[in-house]
DNA sequence: CTAAAATTAGGAATCATTACTATAATTAGA
DNA sequence: TCTAATTATAGTAATGATTCCTAATTTTAG
C-alpha cells in the first residue's frame, strides 16, 4: 500500500486554504500557489486536492458552477452560493444534527456526512443590483 | 423577448423526468429519449434542461460526481447521494424551512433556496458490500 | 550517502457542457 | 388551409474542468 510522503507543495495549497474565508476552485489555488511556486503545475494542485479530501483534511464542495470549490474547515458548517458572482461563503450557524435532520425517515442505508447550503444573491452583488 | 413554442423533445424529457424515482444526468435522459426520438441530439437535451430549469420547471442537483443532475419534484425536498453508485435519491422527510435551518444568523444577503443533502452509501451498494 | 519509493512538471487525453449553423418544426395571421 | 416569421432542432465543433501519463525530481529509510 503507497504511503504517504511529504511535499512542499501540498503542504502550500492546505496552507492557503487555511488562510482565505471563501472556498476557491482548482484554478484559484494554482494561481496563488503559483506566487510562491512558480514551477507547480495543475496537475499537482488537483492530485494534492483529491489526496487531501480522501483523507478528510479539506472539503470539497459542489455548488452550480460546475466547478469544485475547496474548505479546510472540516467542521459542520452551513454554506451560501451567490448565484451571480459564484462564490461560496461560510453561514456562522452550528447546523443541526443529521439525524435532526432526517426527522423521523426510516433509510436502510449508511448516512456519511449531511450538507446544507443556502442559494441566492450575497451583500456585494445586492449593492450592485440597486447601484445599477 | 423571446417566447417559448411548443417542442416535442421538450415534451419527452419533462415525461421521462416525472417518470423516474431517480435524478438522472444529462446524458441517461438523452439515452433514454433516444428510444423514442431517435434523432435527439444531446446539444437538444441540454439547452432544454438549461430552460426548464430557468422556468423553474424541474431542478438541476449538484452532487459529487461533476455531472449535472435533473429532478422534476419542485416541491423542498432532502436528497441522497450515493458515494458508491452516484446515485441519488429522495428521502421521504418534510424539510425544515430555511429560516430554521439559518437560526439565529444575521446575513445581509437575500436567500433564494435552501437545500441539504445526505451523502453515503444506498442500501443496495451496503448489499454489494456484505457479499463480496 | 544511497537506493527505493513517492511526487512532480508538463503536456496530452477525457468528459461534461456549450456554441454554432443550416435545416426543420411551430405559430400567428390572411 | 397556406404562408411567412420565429423558434427549435440535429449535427458537429469548441470550450473548460479534471484526469491521466511519463520522465525527471524529491523524499525517506537505512
Known amino acids: 500500500m503507497a504511503t504517504t510522503n511529504y511535499s512542499r507543495q501540498r503542504e502550500a495549497i492546505v496552507n492557503y486554504l487555511r488562510s482565505t474565508t471563501c472556498h476557491p476552485t482548482a484554478d484559484t489555488i494554482y494561481e496563488n500557489i503559483k506566487k ?6 495543475l496537475g499537482t494542485v488537483y492530485r494534492n486536492l ?48 443529521p439525524a435532526t435532520l432526517l426527522g423521523e425517515a426510516s433509510f436502510s442505508g449508511r448516512i456519511e456526512s449531511c450538507f446544507t447550503y443556502f442559494q441566492g444573491v450575497c451583500p456585494d452583488c445586492m449593492n450592485e443590483e440597486e447601484t445599477v
Open 36 to 41: 510562491t511556486y512558480p514551477k507547480i503545475s
Open 50 to 97: 483529491n489526496l487531501l479530501t480522501a483523507q478528510g483534511v479539506i472539503l470539497r464542495l459542489s455548488c452550480d458552477d460546475n466547478k469544485d470549490h475547496y474548505d479546510a474547515t472540516t467542521e459542520p458548517h452551513h454554506h451560501f452560493f451567490c448565484r451571480c458572482c459564484k462564490e461560496v461563503s461560510d453561514l456562522p450557524v452550528k447546523p443541526f444534527e
